[in-house]
């Protein structure tokens, strides 16, 4: 970590922002605050110098290719996204192709990012770009948000990253340097009191890099003491082994792998198979992500009767 990065805080009077809010028409503490904002974007920036990291998704502004890495990174850390990031533009390389692939080869490109509703969300996605614009992404942020799977965070990334557009967001790596920052000694901190300060520190000439290199130096301060766990919106990822969404990845797992199976195969496939995967199986009917077709499991069909089937339960 660079020496000045380490030495800003001590050198440089931390504002405490909830004084700041209560001031707002206080122009010595406006000065202040801005003074610290500047300081702060010297010290990312000199960061990001020395340690920026190389992401495949950084060297192009091409629209597609910034969405498909934005819905890969919902909930899923850089380092599982990388290796699937290159193979799945590879295998689906415009809007049009994704939304015209079947759920088995979506499914099969997709395994080992998890949370599979998001696959599907980005295929919808795909079919409403191709069909309302021409397969040109929008930049407007509400019709991106309108798009199934893209909330204001990733229409707001999608912007920056794909059309150089300033908007202020948060997620946690931005949460951990602004809590470092501005909030050292509190809890509870809220995306709320954080945003006027994001707002203000955004490089309105290069929002894009800003953005990468706030991002880089918060996984730096993450790393460290991870200062995002005093936000008020901080909440613990839930515990994958044994969980029900380990069993919906070992269903759809075996059926990707070998083809339809009997309600009776699937469960000697499928090993320890108990009440999660019961449930499992049950959302995955439900969702369409699998359907029951000549008593056989299948990904990506319709159920025979278009209703659930009996789920197995363990003896």
Known sequence: MLASAQRWPAECPVVHFRNVSRRADDSASKNSMQASVDALRQVVYEHYGLHG???????????????????????????????????FIARF??????????????????????????????????????????????????ALMALPGIGEYTASAIRT?????????????????????????????????????????????????WYQALMDYGTYLKRQANPSRRSAHHRPQSRFEGSRRQARGEILRMLLENGPLSPQSLRLQVR????????????????????EREGHYRVGCSSDSGTDSEVLTPP
């Not at 509703?117 to 992404?137: F, H």
Request: aromatic share 10%; net charge negative; proline share 6%.
């Open 272 to 291: 320890g198979w108990d009440v999660r995967h019961d449930d499992a199986l049950r959302g995955l009917l439900s969702e369409g992500f699998i359907g």
């Open 93 to 142: 390389p415009t809007f049009a192709a994704l939304a015209e692939a079947s759920v088995v080869e979506l499914l099969a490109e997709w395994r080992g990012l998890g949370y599979n509703r998001r696959a599907l969300a980005m295929q919808r996605a795909a079919g409403t770009v191709v069909q309302d614009y021409c397969g040109s992404l929008p930049e407007d942020k509400e």
């Open 53 to 87: 990291r190389d992401l495949p998704w950084r060297k192009t502004h091409e629209p597609y290719h910034i969405f498909v890495s934005e819905i890969m990174l919902q909930q899923t850390q850089v380092d599982r996204v990388k290796p699937k990031y290159e193979s």
């Open 161 to 209: 990253f794909a059309f150089d557009k300033p908007d202020a967001f948060i997620e946690t790596n931005i949460r951990a340097v602004f809590i470092h920052h501005f909030f050292p000694d509190a809890n509870g901190v809220t995306d709320a009191e954080l945003l006027p300060l994001i707002r203000t520190a955004v490089d309105q000439e290069r929002p894009r890099v």
